[in-house]
């Protein structure tokens, strides 16, 4: 065994292992005077490691009575057909002799390159004398100024050794990025914003023409190729390896256009007996300069030795870094070179954040990516070259948390709660070590979702991962009160017919409820089509949105949308919305689901508010419920040169049909009138897409805190079977869902999955369609508009005050600026006049005193 | 003026008890101060009688600065192997004891809790809150 490198010990060690009857004993000759050691963690030296540290491995080779290591004793001939090696001036014979010399540091034919302070960067001795060097200079007290001669993956770590030991660093590389051979130009760029950031000085597309040396003869200046000069003290090349094939040429073995000892695939050089591996092999035309391929040769060789049949299954140059602090991943075709093959990119310059994934022409298939700044995907994407990604290729590059699709596998780093800026590792070591086991436990543990609240699916999610992870039975359990989850007393409550929640918690709960469950047992009361939200037993299970018909707001007022199907309107109808605004001094907005919000109602005012609106042909828009919000459409072909069908149409026959469907979460639908998508349908639970010959069906989507695109259901439906297919969907998610789980979680979590769904939806294959049918019907017949019928009740209608024992007064508290020409409510520092705007009044609203 | 009758016309009467929807809350002014009032009904944990009670606190959500505890949901939270009877701000969903004020969710901030007397139907409210010093 010629060579003491990280492959040479690979070797020994695999041989060793794997041949426990000792068939083979070794002479390992190191010309270095170390054992091997891991020369990838070179410039962990600068960070307080010394060469001990750094030698490899747990087992020490020199132990073994079949293992010899002779260090600092070079090979200096081989007698290939007298299979003798010449070692110290006397020949040793062997059976098998394997090559692995590694390769040496290249200097390019720079003049003054063999100037004192003119280092390489590539063994222990290297990096010790550059070290002395810099202490040396550094000692004459001023800042010390280096040049690293290369931009590559040595050249940062040079760099980064320099920088660490307080030298004023520049970089210069010969071709127009950073790392040329692992990144594009878009990763370069990116690397360059961060190294620069961290005080290196990058030159790019810059040559180097001349060392010069100063009055000491050592390096005092540098001259770049278009003339330029400047100062330095020390310089560092680290433009690349040459293989050290020297021995090799001289024993007649051949030897690769490039260098290297060629090789055939089981790593046997045109010798009999004589292998090469690691650097110094030329396997399939080239040179490897990586470690990884020189392990999987150095296992090739070992199974060849002991009889197998192995063979070099080719490598890549997948890597994962960190270079002066920064990750740096490139793996597969990283520079999009297979044909017809498309790049997604996601790039955050101020984050200093470059992602790019290369896949296949259809876009399904991973072919390669390069990731700078947050190379957190590698690990997962790393295994999937050549794997169809399953989702969204977006997904896997976008910040975590926005829309990280394996969410098991989010890193610890990664923010979960943005509010509080609470980590996935933070959440988890809560459960782990913190010893919470459930959400209340992990919330107020860790604060994470107590804010704002959308991130608490996800924070469930990694709890129950956790806990899984640690053997404890995750309990499905709504809350203290009920044992069950939300599909399961959906069940319990419509097989047993109960009817009232006194009933309900006192035959399978306990105490009293709250405000988890008593929602959950409202909404399922509702989905059975049982009475009207304020009829006295639902009225206090109730949350106040759905108690008073209205979204309440920050300030304790409630905001007002009147359902405008498909987002089609009369002027008629604006003018009225318009006027109510007008009157009762609102605010109002555009929403997303193309209705208008009305803000600032008192409650007092919502009954009149409502009697106004139903007035002028206006109804409740289920804002405030978990129910069916909105079916967006774009104009379709009605208006629009390019539609194919009439969307407008239908989705005010969608919006129609499903409104007032209480449900697990809100619904959204979208309806678009051709494949230009101008609807975003794909963006809803339920999405339709015309198509000429009908309609495509999308299932799954969402906006909001972890945002889905709606997956394929079916395609080129006529309009029937549409709506009892999105009949049969929606009612199967209402059933089975989990509290506040929307359409895409719970088809994820659903056994089967998609597929599993549309053959219970489209095949029937649990037999229970016509019972889907049937309550999808029943929905239908038994929809009121619940406004009308409140505004018809004297009783409900007395609920509406902010005082039972004053019903003519609003909340004193309340008060508000003008802002653009619309009220809004007032800060805490406005209110109490410490800020300069002046408080007003709507045009009905008391002025404060 | 006596002193038992002073004591007396401290009590302000808010609305009857007929007006009180079980398990949901409302609010009434009690001399410019914001109350929420609570029936509820059920069985006492202590006597194992029914019981039919009105919790009284105050209406302003200390996280939120809004006036809106009426409008929570009422429900319970068993504590020491009782279920004590509680309120859910809409707001943020803050869960506060009815009986003492106390916040289960964030102990950083609790209720006032006002004394509430029922006679001849008529539900009153006395204005001083009750010290949190002699909430149990």
């Known amino acids: 065994m010629i060579g003491g ?14 041949d426990p009857e000792g068939r083979w004993s070794v002479d390992l000759y190191c010309e270095e005077p170390h054992p091997p050691y891991d020369r990838v963690a070179l410039t962990s030296y600068f960070s307080g490691r010394s060469p001990a540290d750094l030698v490899m491995g747990e087992v020490d080779l ?15 001939g081989i007698d290939t057909a007298a299979r003798t090696i010449e070692v110290a001036g006397e020949e040793v014979g062997y059976d098998a002799l394997v090559l692995a010399t590694g390769s040496s540091a290249f200097v390019p034919p720079v003049t003054g390159s063999d100037l004192p302070g003119a280092f390489v960067y590539r063994t222990i001795e290297d990096v010790q004398t550059l070290e002395a060097w810099v202490e040396k200079v550094a000692a004459a007290g001023a800042t010390v100024r280096g040049v690293v001669v290369g931009g590559g993956l040595l050249g940062l770590e040079a760099a980064g050794a320099l920088h660490g030991l307080g030298v004023q660093t520049k970089v210069v590389e010969f071709a127009d990025r950073l790392m040329p051979l692992q990144v594009d130009e878009g990763g370069g760029a990116a690397l360059r914003r961060i190294v620069e950031g961290m005080g290196v000085e990058v030159l790019t597309a810059t040559a180097s023409a001349a060392l010069h040396a100063g009055d000491s003869g050592a390096v005092a200046a ?25 021995l090799a040429r001289s024993s007649g073995l051949v030897i690769g256009e490039r260098g290297g000892v060629v090789v055939d695939d089981s790593c046997v050089t045109v010798a009999d007996d004589v292998y090469a591996i690691g650097e110094v092999a030329c396997i399939q035309g080239r040179t490897w300069g990586l470690v990884g391929p020189g392990y999987t040769m150095a296992e090739v060789v070992v199974d060849r030795l002991l009889g197998g049949e192995a063979t070099f299954p080719g490598a890549d140059m997948s890597t994962k870094l960190k270079l002066l602090g920064v990750d740096v991943a490139s793996f597969g075709d990283a520079f999009a070179e297979a044909p017809g093959s498309l790049e997604v990119v996601y790039a955050d310059p101020v984050a200093g954040v470059y992602k790019k994934l290369v896949m296949s022409d259809d876009a399904k298939t991973l072919l390669g990516g390069v990731l700078v700044g947050d190379a957190s995907a590698y690990a997962s994407l790393r295994p999937m070259l050549g794997a169809e990604l399953g ?173 405008v199907p498909a987002g089609e309107i009369t002027p008629e109808g604006l003018i009225a919305i318009g006027q109510v605004a007008q009157d009762f001094g609102l605010y109002t907005k555009i929403t997303g689901g193309q209705r208008i919000d009305l803000f600032g109602a008192r409650i007092e005012q919502l009954p009149p508010i409502w009697k106004r609106l139903v007035e002028a042909g206006f109804e409740s828009g289920h804002a405030y419920g978990k129910s069916l919000r909105t079916v967006k459409s774009c104009v379709g072909s009605t208006w629009c040169r390019y539609g194919v069908q009439d969307s407008v149409g239908l989705a005010v026959e969608l919006e129609l049909r499903y409104r007032g469907l209480r449900s697990p979460h809100k619904i959204k639908l979208g309806v678009s009138g051709c494949a230009r998508e101008c609807a975003e349908a794909r963006g809803k639970d339920v999405g339709v897409i015309a198509t000429d010959n009908g309609w495509n069906l999308y299932v799954g989507g969402n906006g909001g805190f972890t945002p889905r695109h709606a997956q394929l259901f079916a395609e080129d ?133 | 003026m006596n002193a038992v ?45 029914p019981a039919d009670f009105v919790y009284a606190v105050g209406h302003r959500d200390p996280f939120a600065d809004a006036n809106v505890i009426a409008r929570g949901i009422v429900g319970s939270v068993g504590r020491d192997g009782q279920q004590r009877d509680t309120v859910a701000s809409p707001m943020y969903k803050h869960v506060f004891d009815l009986a003492t004020g106390e916040c289960y969710t964030d102990p950083s901030a609790r209720l006032p809790v006002y004394r509430t007397w029922i006679a001849g139907g008529v539900v009153y409210v006395h204005p001083v809150p009750v010290s949190t010093a002699l909430v149990p």
């Open chain 1, 717 to 849: 439906l006529d309009t029937p079977a549409l709506v009892r297919t999105i009949d049969r969907f929606l009612m199967y998610y209402v059933r089975t869902a989990d509290r506040l789980q929307r359409t895409a979680p719970w088809v994820e979590a659903h056994e089967g999955g998609m597929d599993a769904i549309r053959e219970v939806v489209m095949e029937d294959s649990l037999g229970i369609c016509a019972s889907l049918d049937a309550a999808m019907d029943a929905h239908v017949d038994s929809y009121r508009d619940e406004w009308a019928a409140t505004l018809a009740d004297p009783d409900k209608l007395s609920q509406f005050v902010s005082f039972i024992n004053a019903p003519e007064a609003g909340d004193p508290d309340l008060a508000y600026v003008e802002e653009r020409g619309q009220r809004r409510p007032a800060t805490a520092a406005e209110k109490v006049g410490t800020v300069g705007s002046t408080l007003i009044a709507g045009a009905k609203l008391e002025v404060r005193a």
């Open chain 1, 5 to 18: 490198g990280m492959v040479a010990h690979r070797l020994v060690e695999a041989l060793r292992d794997r």
């Open chain 1, 391 to 563: 989702s969204d290729p977006n997904a896997w590059l976008l910040p975590e948390g926005t829309g990280a699709p394996v969410t098991g596998d989010l890193p610890d780093a990664a923010n979960v709660c943005s509010c509080n800026n609470v980590t996935a590792g933070t959440i988890r070591s809560s459960v782990c070590e913190g010893g919470c086991t459930d959400l209340a436990g992990v919330k107020a543990c860790t604060k994470a979702g107590t804010s704002c609240g959308s991130c608490l699916p996800l924070v469930k999610k990694l709890m129950t991962a956790e806990l899984e992870k640690s053997g404890i039975t995750v309990s499905n359990a709504l809350c203290e009160h009920f044992e069950f989850s939300r599909a399961q007393l959906f069940d319990i409550i419509s097989v047993t017919g109960m009817r009232t929640f006194s009933e309900i918690i006192s035959s399978h709960g306990t105490g009293r409820g709250c405000d988890i469950c008593r929602p959950v047992v409202a909404s399922i009361l509702s989905s059975l089509g049982t009475g009207h939200v304020m009829d006295a037993d639902l009225a206090r299970l109730q949350d106040t949105n759905d108690h008073v018909m209205a979204n309440l707001q920050k300030d304790g007022t409630y905001s007002v949308v009147p359902r």
């Open chain 1, 222 to 246: 540098m001259e770049f190729g278009d003339g330029t000069v400047v100062d330095t003290d020390v310089v560092v090349f680290a433009t690349g390896v040459r293989p050290r094939d020297e």
């Open chain 1, 62 to 76: 020199a132990a073994d009575p079949l293992v010899s290591v002779h260090l600092g004793t070079a090979v200096t």
């Open chain 2, 5 to 49: 009758a002073e004591r007396k016309s401290e009590w302000v009467s808010v609305c009857t008890k007929g007006q009180l929807i079980p398990e949901r809350g409302v609010a009434v002014l009690v001399r410019d101060q914001q109350v929420a009032l609570f029936r509820v009904t059920g069985t006492d944990v202590e006597t194992g009688l």
